[in-house]
């Protein structure tokens, strides 16, 4: 005896699985980039605030050099709990490599801001600045071929709130580190303005989310899709 109800061919459950698959994650991907959103834009604010109650100088230095470390471990960490993988970031300064040139008892501690793993491997690092000019650059690039000379096969990103770099210095250094950067993330528009801080609510900008986008699918390449 037939029946009425009529089963679906193989190759339309397939497109139907791959569907879902990638409304899934998608919903994922954008759950991370409200999440990062709400997250800076809230540290930005703090810091404004924090600069309207007379913070030192000093003060405000080390904070937002720390609060924009913490912020791309939450980021990185958020891949954890969305996907169930197996990834995490430290901060480097308690995850340093002993680098020690061979023959000799001759070693260093190595480190950068962000130390990046999945599955318990190191792939990756990132250097985290409020804003990036050219000695800061220079000295990120200068860490970054440290890694490569040990042997280390590793991604190598920075991440900086604003650009403060001239392209043409940017250029000229990635040609003598030979292009040792991977990528630069950059958060805000626009070329920083040194009296113009954006912990000052009348300079305060607004968060690029094309650019943290960008920043979140090129970790999800890295982490997930990979």
Known sequence: ???????????????????TLATEDSDKLDNIVEKSYNELNNIMDNWCKNHEENYSGGKMRGDR???????????????????DKNIYAVKGTDDKKKLIIPGTKIEKDHQVDIHIYKNDIFIAVLECKAYLDSCYYIRACNDFKLFNKFGY?????????????????????????DNICDDIFYMLDGKRISNKPIYDKKHKKKINKEKLTYFIKSLQKLLINI
Do not use: Q, R, W
């Open 1 to 19: 005896m037939s029946s009425d109800k009529m089963e679906k061919p193989t190759d339309e459950i397939s497109n139907i699985s791959f569907t």
């Open 65 to 83: 050099g720390e609060h924009i470390e913490n912020f791309v471990k939450f980021v990185v960490n958020m891949f954890n709990s969305e996907y």
């Open 153 to 177: 096969d590793i991604k190598k990103y920075i991440f900086a709130l604003e650009d403060c770099i001239k392209e043409e210095t940017k250029v000229f250094t990635d040609y003598e580190h």
